[in-house]
Every structure is written in structure tokens, then in C-alpha cells.
């Protein structure tokens, strides 16, 4: 007979993870309303690539080699097309898969209400979330479901003492780093759970290891190798490494969680508000500190994890971003979420600044320019789309396509035409925009059939071949 503890435990709690994870994220956050920008790149990538031309065992370049996350967007786009509300959808039901795994890992170690918390707050932590509705961001979304998978499968491999959750475990890890780099340092993390949360000793810690060892060892001497020939170390450009800029860019980071670098310093009331905030999280975050061991350690693990999934982001010095708190952001919520089961004063406090975090940066001047900037914008390359469809019959195989009055943000002329490519299926397809009308005049005239000439209105598109072939010499 399952007891209403269990019952809480097993089925409420879960479908109250689901529900407020939605519910919040579609309500507040849906801010991606059509593809932009590298979504289009690797569209172009599951358009035009087979799976074998996609996914190598091993990495080719220290960055951007990232086959399990280009095979997600493939599969997106085989089921769903450009119906990016499809794909946004999927991306969604992957972030919630990633809170409720997050609460059956924690629930062993902070309780399942502290671990409740902990996947709601991570659910909806709205800085950290860009992952959950960029497509170009699917690679840490997924990368984040391997990691938390890994975790969990060796929970099991060492509840059950079966080796073979271990080595599925492992197996999964290593598509982790498959899917974006970060994930490389996974076994420390699980190594400090193993030896502070299980209590096993050190040496049963490592031991139990075993098969993520090897699969640390071996790609992170792959990418050694790869460092080494690319020369990225210290290199000026946005992805070099720079072991010096650790400390700001973790200051950065922390900062950007909790809204430091981004709370507008003229809304005095909101900036009143936030340090309140600050002030009393950080007297909780002391007590149960010098109050609690356990609560020591699992603020230690939250810690390497955090730091671990932030991993070589913390050594881009020029190209910071918040995209890349998705998957540390999970450790983070967890170290909150612990607080919870420490006394009636935890019970009140943590969920109330739980709910701040939420919900005052949603109702933050921030947080609406950034969602008006993005609904406004990407509303305007959907509409573009659309309204471009019947045009496509008359662009045949292998057509000059010219567009003139492109507006900055459009649906086409992404790294030289590949949305149109991806449009109607055409690699072949030379896309024209971006000039001057006596330029593209001109040049439509000398290029050689099949062509077409369309002028933007607006998002409206107008097809003018034979006015324009009328005024050619």
C-alpha cells in the first residue's frame, strides 16, 4: 500500500514540476517566435547532410564539432519542417524532461520537496533558459539531458551494484561531450556525489568510475591535440582561451544569475527590492552553512558542478554569454533547493526568494525589452516567410534569386541565402540582396535564366522579374 507521503512523492510533486514549468515558460518566456540567425545554419546542416555525414566519433576541431546536437535538430526538422512552433514545443517538453530529472537525482540527497523546488526554480530561472526556445541553443539544452542522464544512470548502476547502468552511464557521457564540450568534466562531479553525498570512500568512489575515466581520458587527450594544432590558447578572438579572465568571468556569471548585470539601476524600487534579496539570502546561505555538514556538502557538490558545466566558458574572456548558465544553472538550483528541509524558516524564505527570482525579473523593464526585442523581430521574419511561400513555384532549380529592400532582420540571406535554400530544398540556389537598386538592376540583367527579382514591402514581397526584364538593355 503506496502511503500519500510516497503518493506526494512519486506523482504530485513530479506533475507539479511539469505544470509550473510550462506554465511559466509559455506564459512568460516564449520569446523566440520564428528561427533567427544560426538556426538557420544548422538547418541547412539536417537539410542538406546525412547522418553519417553529421556524426564522427571523434572531434575534428575544438569547437562547434557537435554531432548529437546537429542529429536533434535533423530529427526536429524531419518531424516537424519549419514549423518552429513544433519545434519549440519539443525544446520545451526536453527542458521540463531535464527539471524532473534533476528532482529524481536530488530528491536521494536534499529531500523531495527541496528537490521540487530546486527543478521548478531551474524550470523557470528565466536568465539562465535561453537554451529552452533558441534552436541554435539545442546543444546545450541536450547537452544538459545527457549530463543529468549520466548522473542519474550511475544512481542506479550503484543502487542496483549492476555494472551495466554504470557503463550505459558512461556511454551517454560521452555523447554529453558529443553534443557541446562542456560536459567533459562530468566524472569529478559525480566523483565528489559518489565520495559526499553516497559516503563511499575515495577509492570505491574512483574505482566505480572506471568506464568515465576512460572516456575522459581518452577525448581529453584528443582535444589536447587539437588545442595544441588550432593554437587557441591566447588567441584575440572570440573563442580564444584566456586562463587569466577565470575569476572575472565567473564574477560575471554569478552576477548575471542574480540579475548584478542586469537590473536596471534607475528603477530604484526593483533595485531596493533586489538587494534585499541579496541580503537576506546570503544571512539564510551563512547559517546553514556553519549550522548544517550535510548542507556543506551538498553546497560544495552544487559548486563543481556549477563550475564544471561552466567548464571552458570560463575561459572565453571575449565572448561571455548567458546561454551558457542552461546546464550549470540546474547545480545552482539545487544548492537553493537544499536550503529548504533546515527549519521552518528555510520553508518560508527559500520558496519566497525562490519566487522572486522568478517572478521579478519578469516584471523587470529588462526582461520586456529583451522579449519585445526578440517577439518583434522574429514576428517580422515569420510574417516574411509566410508571405514569401507563393513565391516559391516560380524559383526553379538552380535560380538567381534577387531581393531587393531586404530589411536587417529577414528570413533569407542568412550566410549568403541558406533559409532559402532550406526554403525549397535547393543548395544550387544564389541569393542576391543588400545592394543598391542600379546595382541589382544591372546585375539581374547580366545573370543568365532561370532568375527572379522580388521586392520587399514591408514584409509584404512583390515578384517584378518582368518589370525588371522590361528595363534591361
Partial sequence: ?????????????????????????????????????DDWDWLYTAQFSTVSQIFTILPGAVYNDRPVGALV???????????????????????????????????????????????????????????????AA??????????????????????????????????????????????????IIILFISYLLEKHSLRASI????????VMGVMGVWYGVLMQK??????????????????ENLNYYLGTMFYENLWDPQRRVWNTLHGFMILVAAILWVLAIVRSAHYRKVLIVSAIGFLGLLGPTLLLKNHLGQLYLYAPHFFLAMAIGALFPLG??????????????????????????????????????????????KH?????????????????????????????????????????????????IALFCKASAPKIFIRMQGNQSIDETKIIRAQCP
Fill in 1 to 37: 500500500m503506496i502511503n500519500p507521503h510516497q503518493k506526494a512523492e512519486q506523482w504530485f510533486l513530479p506533475l507539479l514540476i511539469v505544470g509550473l514549468v510550462a506554465f511559466i515558460n509559455l506564459k512568460f518566456a516564449y520569446s523566440y517566435q520564428f528561427f533567427v540567425g
Fill in 73 to 135: 535538430v535533423k530529427l526536429m526538422y524531419t518531424l516537424f519542417g519549419l514549423d518552429s512552433d513544433a519545434f519549440y514545443l519539443f525544446q520545451l517538453g526536453v527542458h521540463i524532461v531535464n527539471c524532473l530529472m534533476l528532482f529524481w537525482i536530488a530528491k536521494k540527497y536534499i529531500g523531495a520537496s527541496g528537490a521540487a523546488l530546486a527543478a521548478v526554480l531551474a524550470g523557470t530561472w528565466v536568465v539562465a533558459n535561453d537554451a529552452v526556445f533558441w534552436t
Fill in 138 to 187: 539545442v546543444f546545450d539544452l541536450v547537452g544538459a539531458t545527457a549530463c543529468l542522464l549520466s548522473i542519474f544512470l550511475w544512481q542506479l548502476g550503484v543502487k542496483q551494484n549492476r555494472w551495466v547502468w554504470i557503463v550505459l552511464g558512461a556511454l551517454v557521457y560521452f555523447l554529453s561531450i558529443r553534443t557541446k564540450e562542456f560536459a567533459i568534466s562530468l566524472p
Fill in 207 to 214: 574505482t566505480r568510475l572506471w568506464p568515465y575515466w576512460l
Fill in 230 to 247: 588550432s593554437a587557441i590558447v591566447g588567441n584575440s578572438d572570440a573563442y580564444g582561451l584566456h586562463f587569466s579572465g577565470i575569476l
Fill in 344 to 389: 521552518l524558516i528555510y520553508r518560508i524564505a527559500i520558496p519566497a526568494l525562490s519566487i522572486a527570482l522568478v517572478a521579478f525579473p519578469l516584471g523587470s523593464q529588462w526582461f520586456h525589452d529583451k522579449r519585445d526585442y526578440y517577439v518583434s523581430n522574429t514576428l517580422q521574419t515569420r510574417e516574411q516567410f509566410e508571405l514569401f511561400q
Fill in 392 to 440: 516559391l513555384p516560380q524559383i526553379t532549380l538552380g535560380s538567381q534569386v534577387f531581393i531587393a529592400n531586404l530589411a536587417q532582420w529577414n528570413s533569407f540571406d542568412y550566410q549568403g541565402g541558406k533559409p532559402l535554400k532550406v526554403m525549397k530544398q535547393d543548395r544550387s540556389l544564389q541569393l542576391h540582396a543588400h545592394l543598391q537598386d542600379r546595382e541589382m
